[in-house]
Nanobody, 120 residues
Framework: QVQLVESGGGLVQPGGSLRLSCAAS????????MEWYCHAPGKQREFVAR???????NYADSVKGRFTISRDNAKNTVYLQMSSLKPEDTAVYYC??????????????WGQGTQVTVSS
């Protein structure tokens, strides 16, 4: 069984920073792409950033230059460093990972989400 657990959300003032973490655990053989999405009230879930197993990254235009995605393959963990935060960044942030388990099965797994609120 594979599980993703996010942490690091909270309340921050505009212009501030937060670092989100998402750790994968369980019967993991390998992890491919790892991604972050956000879901704000009244909106659909949106792509934020992706990092492939080789380290190549992609970002939504709205976060380029402000957010940085990284991963620690030894810890099966992906991070999202969020800087210059704006009130419009307020959302629940979810991580997603493409994981092959030890029995050879593949799946796209989601974490439970972590709330980020940007407000003065």
């Amino acid at each position: 069984q594979v599980q993703l657990v996010e942490s690091g959300g909270g309340l921050v003032q505009p212009g501030g920073s937060l670092r989100l973490s998402c750790a994968a655990s369980g019967s993991i053989f390998s992890i491919g792409a790892m991604e972050w999405y956000c879901h704000a009230p009244g909106k659909q879930r949106e792509f934020v950033a992706r990092i492939r197993s080789g380290g190549r990254t992609n970002y939504a235009d709205s976060v380029k230059g402000r957010f940085t995605i990284s991963r620690d393959n030894a810890k099966n963990t992906v991070y999202l460093q969020m800087s210059s935060l704006k009130p419009e960044d307020t959302a629940v942030y979810y991580c997603n990972a493409d994981i092959t388990d030890n029995s050879g099965g593949w799946g796209s797994y989601w974490g439970q989400g972590t709330q980020v609120t940007v407000s003065s």
